[in-house]
């Protein structure tokens, strides 16, 4: 199955203009019937299919509007918007699209009707991965050929004869027959011994054939003969190739609550149901060891809530967020998202910089991973000491997964 995916990523600051496109000047991983113009910012996608994208922009400022928006538009009319009363942090947008008859194109605009500005504190500006939603049915193998013909079995024996139906009722009888002549009268004779008896006269002409009598009542029917011997089986057509699956390997674990003031790994996750394990995931450290080299989708969403209220400002270089790591063989953060954070600069009343009493970090993105890897699911602190509860006060908990495309 030729899965399709994009991954593309910005790093260069500047500014995006209102219904202005998107610009990622990085692909980060494409394969597939998809391509990207990275001067224009357009995506053209080739193949009929169902398809996810999830994107978020970093911004800095929105002048004179109330919020930021960008959305999703497409050649055959898709306007899939994304958007945050707040016009400086993180924007993030999820989209599903039908693509009934490729090729089709589609882009991320800026849908806010002023110019914004990409974050300066953050490497990473704008991200945006699209992936193929794959279909679960297995593709059924060529019909085998069909056996030869098995041999005619034996005539049955012939079934008695039936009954004789009743006689039908007897016709009409015909008109009678016209009177023949009259003989010429003999000469009186003598009165003696009695004369030979004349000839008889001609036969009167045949009268008229009667109506058909009603047909009888049918017999019945005789008994059915013995069913002849079956023939041979004929033989077994050869099995059709075995269809490719299209998820091998994952696992999707839970995590009600986790505690922490700083950095640290994710740890003692349960896979009991509707979740469900993988050999090569260790729930107790949390450690998922990569069995296969291939492309992995990985999904994390990560509610929490602060343990008390914020008295303090965050320092302008503390960003933090959580990531996907892979520890080994060498440490590097694969996906990674920033926490929310309301900056506020009011001229001689107020300067606050501070995350969010509580809210959701929603990670997305599928990458190349080599067999032998160690992926895990961290906290970045990055400065903050503020106490944190990871899976919020209302038991929202913390949804991590893993699984392998084929």
Same mark, same amino acid.
């Given at each position: 199955?030729d899965?399709?995916?994009?991954?593309?990523?910005? /790093?260069?600051?500047?500014s995006v203009? @209102?219904?202005a496109?998107?610009i990622?000047?990085?692909?980060?991983?494409?394969? $597939?019937?998809?391509s990207?113009?990275?001067?224009?910012?357009?995506?053209?996608?080739?193949?009929?299919?169902?398809?996810?994208?999830?994107?978020?922009?970093?911004t800095h400022?929105?002048?004179?509007?109330? $919020?930021?928006?960008f959305?999703?538009?497409?050649?055959?009319?898709?306007?899939?918007?994304g958007?945050?009363p707040?016009?400086?942090?993180?924007?993030?947008?999820?989209?599903?699209?039908q693509?009934?008859?490729?090729?089709?194109?589609?882009?991320?605009?800026?849908?806010?009707?002023?110019?914004? #500005?990409?974050?300066?504190?953050?490497?990473?500006?704008?991200s945006?991965?699209?992936g193929?939603v794959?279909?679960?049915?297995d593709?059924? $193998?060529?019909?085998?050929?069909?056996g030869?013909?098995?041999?005619?079995?034996a005539?049955?024996?012939?079934?008695?004869t039936?009954?004789?139906?009743?006689?039908?009722?007897?016709?009409?009888?015909?008109?009678?027959?016209?009177?023949?002549?009259?003989g010429d009268?003999?000469?009186?004779?003598?009165?003696?011994?009695t004369?030979?008896?004349?000839?008889?006269?001609?036969?009167? @002409?045949?009268?008229?054939?009667?109506?058909t009598?009603a047909?009888?009542a049918?017999?019945?029917?005789?008994a059915t003969?013995?069913?002849?011997? #079956?023939?041979?089986?004929?033989?077994?057509?050869a099995?059709?190739a075995?269809?490719?699956?299209?998820s091998?390997?994952?696992?999707?674990?839970?995590?009600?609550?986790?505690?922490?003031?700083?950095?640290? /790994?994710?740890? $003692?996750?349960?896979?009991?149901a509707?979740?469900f394990?993988?050999?090569?995931?260790?729930?107790v450290?949390?450690?998922y060891t990569?069995?296969?080299?291939?492309?992995?989708?990985?999904?994390?969403?990560?509610?929490?809530?602060?343990?008390a209220?914020?008295?303090?400002?965050?320092?302008?270089?503390?960003s933090?967020?959580?990531?996907?790591r892979?520890?080994?063989?060498?440490?590097?953060?694969?996906?990674?998202g920033?926490?929310?954070i309301?900056?506020?600069?009011v001229?001689?009343?107020?300067?606050?910089r501070a995350?969010?009493g509580?809210?959701?970090?929603?990670?997305?993105?599928?990458? /190349?991973l080599?067999a032998?890897?160690?992926?895990g699911?961290?906290?970045v602190?990055?400065?903050?000491?503020?106490?944190l509860?990871?899976g919020?006060?209302?038991?929202a908990?913390?949804?991590?997964?893993?699984?392998?495309?084929?």
């Amino acid at each position: 199955m030729d899965t399709l995916g994009l991954q593309l990523e910005r /790093q260069l600051n500047g500014s995006v203009a @209102a219904n202005a496109n998107v610009i990622f000047e990085n692909t980060i991983s494409s394969f $597939g019937l998809i391509s990207y113009n990275s001067m224009t910012g357009v995506i053209t996608i080739n193949k009929p299919g169902r398809y996810f994208i999830n994107w978020w922009v970093a911004t800095h400022s929105s002048l004179g509007s109330p $919020g930021t928006a960008f959305s999703i538009v497409s050649s055959q009319g898709d306007l899939l918007p994304g958007s945050t009363p707040i016009r400086t942090g993180e924007v993030v947008g999820f989209a599903l699209i039908q693509v009934d008859s490729a090729p089709i194109t589609l882009s991320l605009v800026n849908s806010t009707l002023n110019v914004i #500005t990409y974050s300066p504190s953050v490497l990473s500006k704008a991200s945006l991965v699209l992936g193929e939603v794959p279909k679960e049915t297995d593709v059924t $193998g060529a019909t085998g050929v069909t056996g030869a013909p098995g041999v005619t079995g034996a005539t049955g024996v012939t079934g008695a004869t039936g009954a004789t139906g009743d006689t039908g009722a007897t016709g009409a009888t015909g008109g009678a027959g016209a009177t023949g002549a009259a003989g010429d009268t003999g000469a009186t004779g003598a009165t003696g011994a009695t004369g030979v008896t004349g000839a008889t006269g001609a036969t009167g @002409a045949t009268g008229d054939t009667g109506a058909t009598g009603a047909t009888g009542a049918t017999g019945d029917t005789g008994a059915t003969g013995a069913t002849g011997a #079956t023939g041979t089986t004929g033989a077994t057509g050869a099995t059709g190739a075995t269809g490719p699956n299209v998820s091998q390997e994952g696992f999707s674990a839970f995590l009600p609550t986790f505690s922490t003031a700083a950095s640290a /790994q994710l740890a $003692g996750w349960t896979v009991t149901a509707p979740y469900f394990d993988s050999a090569s995931f260790n729930e107790v450290t949390g450690n998922y060891t990569v069995p296969a080299t291939g492309v992995y989708s990985i999904e994390a969403t990560i509610n929490y809530s602060t343990t008390a209220a914020i008295t303090i400002s965050l320092g302008a270089g503390v960003s933090p967020a959580f990531a996907v790591r892979r520890t080994s063989p060498t440490v590097t953060d694969l996906i990674t998202g920033l926490f929310p954070i309301l900056n506020v600069n009011v001229a001689l009343v107020l300067t606050l910089r501070a995350i969010l009493g509580s809210g959701t970090v929603t990670l997305a993105g599928e990458v /190349q991973l080599n067999a032998g890897d160690v992926i895990g699911l961290f906290y970045v602190a990055d400065g903050l000491t503020v106490p944190l509860d990871l899976g919020g006060d209302a038991s929202a908990g913390i949804v991590w997964s893993v699984y392998r495309l084929t």
